[in-house]
């Protein structure tokens, strides 16, 4: 953990030593790669030896007497060894092409990885940003960093 609270900026490394995994509905349409997919249902995404750097950039705000942060950007920037795909209820419940897709998800999984980062980071971005500006607009920066 670092932080310049003069510039108000903080940057974190976090490592996962297990497995994440994050469970949730799905809907896609289009194109994976090469290959044609739709489907609607659960998704299991899990992540292996994920590492998570953290940085957040902001400004002062006044509040009466005090001072206190706001967080203006928050980049996530995530790694890990190997992502594990399970996508359910693919084309229309159809098990076969629904089996084949996963199996074709998790042989290309680095490929897949680079497709879906930008918008993983982006969700988790404004999410870790909004529960910041939660945080650091309760607590004064006088408090968080003494001078």
């Known amino acids: 953990?670092?932080?310049?609270?003069?510039?108000?900026?903080?940057?974190?490394?976090?490592?996962?030593?297990?497995?994440?995994?994050?469970?949730?509905?799905?809907?896609?349409?289009g194109q994976v790669l090469v290959l044609p997919i739709?489907?609607?249902?659960?998704?299991?995404?899990?992540?292996?030896?994920?590492?998570a750097k953290l940085t957040a950039k902001g400004h002062e705000i006044t509040k009466g007497k005090e001072k206190y942060m706001e967080i203006d950007k928050?980049?996530?920037?995530?790694e890990t060894s190997k992502l594990r795909v399970f996508l359910g209820n693919l084309f229309n419940g159809d098990k076969a092409l629904g089996n084949n897709m996963n199996v074709f998800l998790n042989e290309n999984w680095q490929e897949?990885?680079?497709?879906?980062?930008?918008?993983?980071?982006?969700?988790?971005?404004?999410?870790?940003?909004?529960?910041?500006?939660?945080?650091?607009?309760?607590?004064?920066?006088?408090?968080i960093a003494p001078k």
């Open 112 to 143: 897949i990885l680079k497709e879906l980062k930008p918008a993983i980071s982006k969700a988790f971005g404004e999410a870790f940003r909004s529960i910041g500006n939660s945080v650091f607009s309760r607590i004064p920066l006088n408090q």
């Open 74 to 78: 928050f980049t996530f920037d995530l």
């Open 38 to 51: 739709v489907g609607n249902g659960k998704c299991n995404l899990t992540f292996d030896n994920f590492v």
């Open 1 to 29: 953990f670092r932080a310049d609270w003069n510039n108000y900026y903080l940057e974190a490394e976090a490592t996962l030593n297990v497995p994440l995994v994050l469970l949730g509905d799905y809907t896609v349409k």
